[in-house]
């Protein structure tokens, strides 16, 4: 029973994604970050395959997260210049708290990977939402380390892939709302074909 449906609603219509790199922390509590990623798994699952899971980078561990991605960096390129590497420290060390979403497909099931990858997607952007709900910003990025061989090993089973790494924090400035799809351009009435 929704108890107070105009900030419900007032919560989905001003959602936005913060950029990793501006996030200032601290992220969230222990105890909210359980909550985020419970609301985050309450998601649409045909066959109730759990397709996804998340796996959590703590504070503690971002030098050995940096270290994974500049050997992964200086594997891709060996001879990648300090701006380059400087990226990869940044990143590492982007404030708030660290979830790598992992898409984690069941292959040869009747259930399509494609519908699986929907849910991993969905899961994604509950826990944007609750993150928002809980009054933190997150950020969903993937860039080239999630799609580095080295990166993927680090976080997934074989047959499992990076679907972003979302990082959860507070504006460290006034986030500007982007332009929205015009409405009339994505939603058209359905009319059927001529049989
Ligand atoms: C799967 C996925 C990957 C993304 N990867 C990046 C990325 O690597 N870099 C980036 O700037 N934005 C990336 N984005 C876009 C941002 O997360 C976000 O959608 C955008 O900043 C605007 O978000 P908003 O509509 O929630 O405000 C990605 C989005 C998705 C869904």
Redesign the pocket.
């Given at each position: 029973m929704l108890n107070d449906r105009s900030s419900i609603l007032s919560l989905l219509e001003t959602?936005?994604?913060g950029?990793p790199r501006e996030l200032v922390g601290p992220g969230p509590t222990p105890g909210e970050l359980e909550r985020m990623l419970t609301i985050a798994a309450r998601t649409p699952d045909h066959g109730t395959l759990t397709p996804w899971r998340f796996v959590t980078v703590g504070d503690d561990q971002r030098n050995a997260f940096e270290a994974l991605l500049q050997q992964a960096l200086v594997e891709d390129d060996a001879d990648a210049p300090a701006a380059k590497r400087q990226k990869e420290h940044d990143f590492a060390h982007f404030q708030g708290s660290l979830v790598v979403l992992v898409s984690a497909p069941v292959e040869d099931h009747k259930i399509p990977v494609w519908e699986q990858g929907l849910s991993c997607g969905a899961a994604?952007m509950n826990l944007?939402l609750a993150a928002h709900a809980l009054g933190y910003i997150a950020?969903?990025?993937?860039?080239w380390r999630a799609y580095s061989e080295r990166v993927r090993a680090a976080f997934c089973e074989p047959d499992e892939r990076i679907?972003?790494f979302i990082f959860i924090g507070h504006a460290g400035r006034d986030v500007e709302e982007?332009e929205r799809p015009d409405l009339s351009q994505v939603w058209k009435p359905w009319q059927p074909p001529n049989l």
């Open positions: 959602r936005r994604s950029k994604g944007l950020g969903w990025v993937t860039g679907a972003g982007r």
